[in-house]
T-cell receptor, first 115, second 109 residues
Framework: ETGVTQTPRHLVMGMTNKKSLKCEQH?????MYWYKQSAKKPLELMFV???????ENNSVPSRFSPECPNSSHLFLHLHTLQPEDSALYLC??????????????FGPGTRLTVL | GQNIDQPTEMTATEGAIVQINCTYQ??????LFWYQQHAGEAPTFLSY??LDGLEEKGRFSSFLSRSKGYSYLLLKELQMKDSASYLC??????????WGAGTKLIIKP
């Protein structure tokens, strides 16, 4: 248990569906992250929120839409996804975005399959 | 561009020592992290280096040479539970982590 939870753990959806991934952290952190992890590829940073403000959007397609209502919760809204979007989606949190050993703590991920 | 290189897979024997290397080229450097990720689980933090030299933490040690853009993770007295992927990541000038693809470590009895 890292103090970061994600739901659902597994999700299968069709290309026309709309779904949302949820992340919650119980660590009192101020920064939250969405990553995409595909097999044998580096973690891809998708979105970053620092004190509820989005600070990074690394050229992510608009079919992925993040929402951060408060420092403890982060959502990733999905619509009209493509089969190549199938991957493990990881949420992480850290104290804040800064230099030094600002360690990121990860949730267990949502395994997404797009049919 | 930014790049982190580490071997795709390594195999070692229980009780032995293994060294996992990581080389990096990034825009700026604000520290290097090693994470462990067991199959189907979250990555978990192992170590952080920002100054040159060796950091020891029990059976695990991590080394950094900033001039060479090089780090390694050293695992001693290997146990079967050490079978996992080991991820190297560098914090760049924007304080974002740039990740390697990970090294899958297989431990054999």
């Amino acid at each position: 248990e890292t103090g970061v939870t994600q739901t659902p753990r597994h999700l299968v959806m069709g290309m026309t569906n709309k779904k949302s991934l949820k992340c919650e952290q119980h660590l009192g952190h101020n920064a939250m992250y969405w990553y995409k992890q595909s097999a044998k590829k580096p973690l891809e940073l998708m979105f970053v929120y620092n004190f509820k403000e989005q600070t990074e959007n690394n050229s992510v397609p608009s079919r992925f839409s993040p929402e951060c209502p408060n420092s403890s919760h982060l959502f990733l809204h999905l619509h009209t996804l493509q089969p190549e979007d199938s991957a493990l989606y990881l949420c992480a949190s850290s104290q804040e975005i800064a230099g030094g050993p600002d360690t990121q703590y990860f949730g267990p991920g949502t395994r997404l399959t797009v049919l | 561009g930014q790049n982190i290189d580490q071997p795709t897979e390594m195999t070692a024997t229980e009780g032995a020592i293994v060294q996992i290397n990581c080389t990096y080229q990034t825009s700026g450097f604000n520290g290097l992290f090693w994470y462990q990720q067991h199959a189907g689980e979250a990555p978990t933090f192992l170590s952080y280096n920002v100054l040159d030299g060796l950091e020891e933490k029990g059976r695990f040690s991590s080394f950094l040479s900033r001039s060479k853009g090089y780090s390694y993770l050293l695992l001693k007295e290997l146990q079967m539970k050490d079978s996992a992927s080991y991820l190297c990541a560098v914090k760049d000038s924007n304080y974002q982590l740039i990740w390697g693809a990970g090294t899958k470590l297989i431990i054999k009895p």
